[in-house]
């Protein structure tokens, strides 16, 4: 499974910026998507995850309520929407995929994209 992700970009704090990550398998519906990110000098960490059938979604704290994660079978894409965004959202975006993995653990996906940049200046 390849994952591109796409949709980073410069924003201003309070703003809001959706990036997607499309996948290049047949077999979207049949894996776990998720959404990490990483800024300079600091651990990957995670963000939100949605299951299969978009049946359950899960989010870090740091974003609930500002964030929504989402997905389109039949594009084979994941969204994730940021509103009200602040400047410590700025990072690297990455999405994962897992066939059967639903937690939070960047350890535990197996695909992963190569990453967008989102910054947020204040």
């Known amino acids: 499974v390849q994952l591109q992700a796409s949709g980073g970009g410069l924003v201003q704090a309070g703003g809001s910026l959706r990036v997607s990550c499309a996948a290049s398998?047949?077999?979207?519906?049949?894996?776990?998507m998720a959404w990490f990110r990483q800024a300079p000098g600091k651990e990957r960490e995670f963000v939100a995850r949605?299951?299969?059938?978009?049946?359950?979604?899960y989010y870090a704290d740091s974003v609930k309520g500002r964030f929504t994660i989402s997905r389109d079978n039949a594009k084979n894409t994941v969204y994730l929407q940021m509103n009200s965004l602040k400047p410590e959202d700025t990072a690297v975006y990455y999405c994962?995929?897992?066939?059967?993995?639903?937690?939070?653990?960047?350890?535990?996906?197996?695909?992963w994209g190569q990453g967008t940049q989102v910054t947020v200046s204040s």
């Open positions: 994962a995929a897992d066939p059967s993995y639903t937690g939070p653990n960047y350890n535990r996906y197996v695909y």
């Open positions: 949605i299951t299969w059938d978009s049946g359950s979604t």
């Open positions: 398998t047949r077999t979207f519906s049949n894996y776990v």
